[in-house]
């Protein structure tokens, strides 16, 4: 059974690693931003050769997703009883997902879930 003593030394060990560790990731982040400097610069130099602006990367925007509409039991049968086919698709009609799937769990004589991917569609069965 290890000593008192051995537990300390492992804990400055632990300790010790967890420095350097921070050391390094320190280090390689500012080695990073040393090249990303110097790329800016060389980018400056081309553009002023070449009398071109050097074009800047685009980041891709996302949209920030709406949440889903979560409706009772008894507006879908509604929703659904006014629909083509009495079949809704869930992602046109911004209604949830996970919302829909407990209520076709827990109605199966009523409520069928079908499609694939991201287009699933509820049918009312009745």
Known sequence: MPTASSLDRIQQLKTEIASLEQAAVQELMDR????TNELATIDAEIAKLTGKPVQEKKTRS?????PGKSLPLQELKELLAEAPGKTLNLRKEGLELRNIKVLA?????LLKLAGKGAWPT???LK
Not at 32 to 35: E, G, S
Not at 62 to 66: I, L, R, V
Not at 105 to 109: M, S, V
Request: aromatic residues 0%; proline residues 12%.
């Open 62 to 66: 996302t949209q920030p997703k709406a």
């Open 105 to 109: 769990t827990a109605n199966p004589h």
């Open 32 to 35: 990073r931003n040393t090249l």
């Open 122 to 124: 509820v049918t009312l």
